[in-house]
């Protein structure tokens, strides 16, 4: 899976922000802010990704136990789907 | 309306813009705004010329537009991105300066934006409180300091004045029985901000600039939440918060 195409990943302050750009706008009309281990996420699912590589990256960049990032995972998986934001 | 075009110059948010205008409304709502003596050495900083075929093609899109009316709605959109390239972008909102200070009142459209700040100068006296954009003030970040501007587009009503105002506070409105004020933590500001701020072409790099300038804002300035009724006791409320010293 990966995100949909027309979507700017901006940093501000301490936190991330995604916004529809172009087109997109017409598909979502929100915003989403983001934690840094959300913006990671967000950025390797600019490219074709499997949950497992997923789980794999943000093991190895972030402290944190297999069982509790797959539950983050899935869980951030799924606000994206509802959202409507992945292909 | 005449078949004409005409093209001035105008001084608008402090830059130079040149506007082929053809209709009663926009050329009306813009007098303030003129520029005289065209300078031949002088740099335009921003070109609006609207594209009156187009307009023609896509008419029945917009029935219950005249050529005027969309002629007006078209060169504030071409206005408003074209700022971004100039540290400066459009906000939703009604804005009033009182005192040399600027407070936008934003949120959707029906709100009571114009309503809330139609009571500031009820409340206050005319002489005290003046409107500088009804319905898309522009902010412009210069020398550090962010200034609100008035600009020839606000909406329904030809309510602007051709000033600048250092900007003090935004305030978004909620409808509520209560009339309760609380300042805004960075993440709800920064939605706000975004839902309100107009960026006509949303490419990547206008929306760009957008989300630093609205960084910028607010980094300087607060931004509250009013719940309010329509009354002046809301309005008291939020003039003790924003101006009285704390």
């Known amino acids: ?87 | 309306m005449t078949s004409n075009r005409n093209t001035k110059l105008y001084k608008i948010t402090n830059l130079i813009v040149e506007i082929r205008s053809r209709g009663e409304i926009l050329t009306k709502r813009s007098k303030p705004y003129e520029v005289q003596g065209r300078s031949k050495e002088g740099t335009v900083n921003i070109f609006i010329v609207p594209d009156f075929e187009e307009f023609e093609r896509n008419k029945d899109i917009y029935p219950h537009l005249t050529a005027e009316d969309w002629e007006y709605i078209r060169t504030g959109f071409a206005f408003y991105d074209s700022i971004l390239d100039f540290n400066g972008f459009g906000l939703h909102a009604s804005a009033l300066a009182m005192d040399d200070r600027a407070v936008l009142f934003s949120g959707p459209c029906g709100i009571g934006k114009s309503t809330h700040t139609r009571l500031w100068q009820q409340r206050f006296g005319k002489s005290k409180v003046v409107i500088i954009n009804d319905d898309k003030p522009a902010l412009r970040l210069e020398n550090d300091i962010i200034y609100a501007y008035g600009t020839p587009w606000s909406g329904k009503n030809d309510l602007h004045k051709n000033i600048r105002v250092p900007l003090e506070a935004i305030v978004f409105l909620k409808q509520s029985q209560e009339n309760r004020i609380r300042r805004l933590g960075y993440k709800e500001g920064l939605r706000m901000l975004i839902y309100q701020s107009l960026c006509p072409r949303k490419t990547p790099e206008k929306m760009d600039k957008l989300l630093t300038l609205i960084e910028l804002v607010l980094k300087k300035i607060p931004v509250y939440q009013l719940d309010c009724n329509i009354g002046f006791q809301a309005v008291g409320l939020a003039y003790n918060r924003i101006f009285a010293w704390e």
């Open chain 1, 1 to 87: 899976m990966k995100v949909k195409e027309g979507y700017l990943l901006r940093e501000l302050a301490d936190t991330f922000v995604v916004v529809p750009t172009g087109k997109a706008t017409l598909d979502f009309s929100g915003v989403i802010t983001l934690n840094g281990p959300g913006a990671f996420l967000w950025k390797l699912l600019s490219e074709e990704k499997t949950e497992g590589e997923l789980l794999k990256a943000i093991t190895e960049e972030y402290e944190v136990e297999v069982e509790t990032a797959k539950v983050d995972i899935v869980e951030f998986i799924e606000k994206l789907k509802a959202a409507d934001l992945l292909v």
